[in-house]
């Protein structure tokens, strides 16, 4: 389905803010675009910055039988409360929560010349999100030069293929299992993201992307930092919560951060 191109950013600030993103895109973003087309072009290598994934998850079974038959991803290993995913060069630890619903987004690249074969087979598999305002099944940051599809798994986790233009990972062939690089993004919501932001560059060394304080790192590696209550794209009925996450990251910095008054682990590799 056809869609109008949208910022990402857009779902993360405030009313009043939001309705600024929306003029800008109506006139173009020309001074923002000349700006971006100004910025140095992405890394040469594609080497992923999250390796490990640790996230709490209800219905084990049910993800269990969502990953690994409906999707067809690789079991990494298997305990009895808990269940590992190999998505491409990234494994995601499900672990039974021992109370309420936890869920998280998360976003995976894939080749980025390759949008409309992950999004076919995705959608042979599992309904496709789709935008809660627009009504399309995909969204292309223009900003980004990226396009993404969502879909939402057993347990309520958004995920995301995205396929970042600004990489050189194109491949050959028919999409399958295996175009599911790794991990790209993931979502750690707080009450105060700036503060969030500031404690993640200063430790892990990492900048803002796209002069936004709402994402940090680059597009091998995103931390989103949308404010508690700030509705997930596509769907803005799912708003952001806090859930206990430990990430294991490429990059400098502290060998390990431990966010104040949040339960985010994150560790150097």
């Known amino acids: 389905m056809a869609q109008k191109p949208l910022s990402r950013r857009s779902f993360l600030r405030d ?67 808990s269940l590992s995913v190999r998505f491409g060069r990234t494994v995601i630890e499900f672990t039974a929560a021992e109370k309420g619903e936890p869920f998280y ?82 979502g750690l919501p707080s009450r105060a993201p700036e503060q969030l932001a500031t404690g993640l560059s200063e430790n892990l060394r990492l900048r803002q992307y796209h002069d936004s304080s709402m994402f940090i790192g680059d597009e091998r590696g995103l931390f989103v930092l949308p404010p508690t209550g700030r509705p997930w794209i596509p769907d803005r009925r799912q708003r952001a919560a806090v859930f206990a996450a430990e990430i294991t990251f490429q990059g400098n910095g502290v060998k390990e951060y431990r966010p104040p008054e949040l339960p985010y682990v994150l560790q150097r590799r």
């Open 15 to 81: 009313a009043s803010a939001f309705a600024a993103v929306l003029a800008w895109h109506a006139d173009g973003g020309a001074a923002a675009a000349q700006q971006a087309t100004q910025r140095p072009s992405a890394p040469k290598n594609d080497e992923p910055r999250f390796s490990f994934l640790r996230l709490q998850a209800s219905r084990l079974d049910e993800m269990r039988r969502f990953y690994l038959k409906t999707l067809v991803l690789p079991l990494h290993r298997e305990g009895k409360s």
């Open 105 to 186: 987004h998360f976003a995976f690249n894939v080749p980025e010349n390759k949008f409309k074969q992950a999004k076919d087979w995705l959608a042979r598999r599992c309904p496709l999100l789709r935008d809660s305002s627009s009504g399309d099944d995909e969204i292309f940051f223009k900003a980004w030069n990226a396009h993404a599809v969502y879909f939402r798994d057993p347990s309520g986790n958004i995920g995301e293929l995205i396929a970042r233009h600004t990489l050189k990972n194109a491949r050959n062939g028919a999409f399958d299992e295996q175009d599911i690089l790794y991990a790209s993004e993931i």
